[in-house]
């Protein structure tokens, strides 16, 4: 991908500057008739592509990242204030022009230009004479002016002026805003990706101590269930430990990841839904059902395992009849988890237990934002969840 991106910004620059340097061969015309491919073997030519191009890297790759990004501006000024006066100096586009007129073989500025057509050998027909005009040279006659095979020379009042070559200073602030720009655009993606690295990396420390969190209390209270059984020698107690086993295999190892696959976390429910009714015996109706295709999504690890758990802590007794339901409904759009059970406990007795429910909540802030709706309700005596994930 790197590699990709790097061809495609090395085409870029390429096609750019062909294209820059296909400008004065377009529109420095030679004559109705004639190509400006005699502009490639000129010297000016290529030091007037030399330049501009210099400037672009030495701006883009040199002052703007040591000057203009470390606060430097000053300095960064001075510098490009610098750069200008030598542009100014060296006028790289009037030293081409001037070097292109003198290959045709004139050396007059453009006002003249009509003068190449009589150095071509096209005929011109003289304007009718006028007596009281002062007397013009003749270039056609006056072999000091123009001699077969030499450049025309002309007296100092027909020579260039001297001018400020805007056409340089021009392309110069064109070249330094563009090359500036690029840069700072640059730099400015940079800082976004960093800064959606840097909260990306903030979120995946605080899921892993939130899951730190809810991993040993989760265990904590599957082993007290497991000494329970093994307290009363309960017979089932060798295959509790087989379902612990299960249980902290898809704890510690499957869960490293920000998603499992939603068969995986209902294969935990289920093996500790297990081990509950051993330990509650008839005490307690649990309805558990699973409805949809359980294969073909994924979820967070632990988010219904959490909730399960607060159903088998607060909702359930030894003493009493009650009733649990549970039901996972996995359908096109997501996933839906509802369940529903007595309160029998307050939820101060322990403080440990809200650790759960809150690590939870802002796990599915940080996992599902917007893709969620999760809904508590404890009226009349039953805690009732409704969570809906868009999956």
């Known amino acids: 991908m790197l590699l990709r991106f790097r061809t495609f910004l090395v085409t870029i620059h390429v096609a750019g500057w ?16 004639d190509d400006n491919l005699h502009l490639l073997t000129l010297f000016y030519y290529w030091l007037f592509c030399a330049t501009y191009i210099i ?22 000024s001075l510098v490009i204030l610098s750069l200008l006066i030598g542009v100014y100096a060296l006028k790289p586009f009037d ?5 292109n007129d003198r290959w045709l073989g004139v050396s007059f500025p453009p006002r003249f230009a009509p003068m190449r057509d009589v150095l071509s050998g096209q005929r011109i027909d003289p304007p009718p004479p006028n007596h009281d005009a002062p007397e013009r040279p003749s270039f056609r006659r006056n072999p000091q002016f123009f001699q077969p095979g030499r450049p025309a020379q002309f007296p100092a009042q027909f020579g260039p002026r001297r001018h400020f070559d805007i056409i340089s200073f021009f392309l110069f602030l064109m070249i330094i805003a563009l090359s500036s720009a690029i840069q700072i655009m640059q730099q400015w993606q940079l ?23 809810i991993n040993p209390h989760f265990l904590f209270n599957t082993l007290n269930n497991i000494y329970t059984l093994t ?10 430990i087989l379902k612990l086993s299960n249980i902290m295999r898809y704890v510690t190892d499957d869960t490293r990841g920000d998603f499992v696959p939603l068969i995986y976390e209902i294969g935990c429910i289920n093996d500790y839904i297990e081990l509950q009714k051993l330990r509650l015996g008839g005490k307690t109706r649990i309805d558990f059902k699973v409805t949809g295709d359980v294969e073909s999504k994924d979820i967070a690890p632990l988010i219904l395992m959490t909730f399960v758990e607060n159903i088998f802590r ?20 997501g996933i839906s988890f509802y369940s529903q059970n007595r309160i029998f406990h307050s939820k101060n007795v322990d403080e440990r237990a809200g650790v759960g429910m809150d690590n939870v909540k802002q796990r599915l802030a940080y996992l599902y934002p917007d893709k969620h709706v999760l809904s508590i309700n404890t009226e009349n005596q039953l805690y009732t969840v409704n969570l809906i994930i868009r999956a």
């Open 18 to 33: 062909l294209i820059f340097m296909a400008l004065p061969l377009l529109f420095m015309n030679a004559g109705p008739e």
């Open 55 to 76: 400037l672009f890297y030495f701006n883009g790759y040199f002052l703007i990242p040591l000057l203009f990004f470390k606060k430097r501006y000053v300095a960064y």
């Open 95 to 99: 030293r081409l022009a001037r070097s």
């Open 191 to 213: 800082s976004e990706e960093r800064a959606k690295q840097a909260e990306s990396d903030k979120t995946s420390a605080e899921l892993s101590f939130l899951k730190a969190q």
């Open 231 to 240: 307290v009363i020698q309960d017979e089932h107690a060798p295959d509790s």
């Open 314 to 333: 607060y909702g359930t007794s030894n003493h009493e009849q009650s009733t649990v339901s549970i039901n996972i409904l996995v359908h096109e759009n």
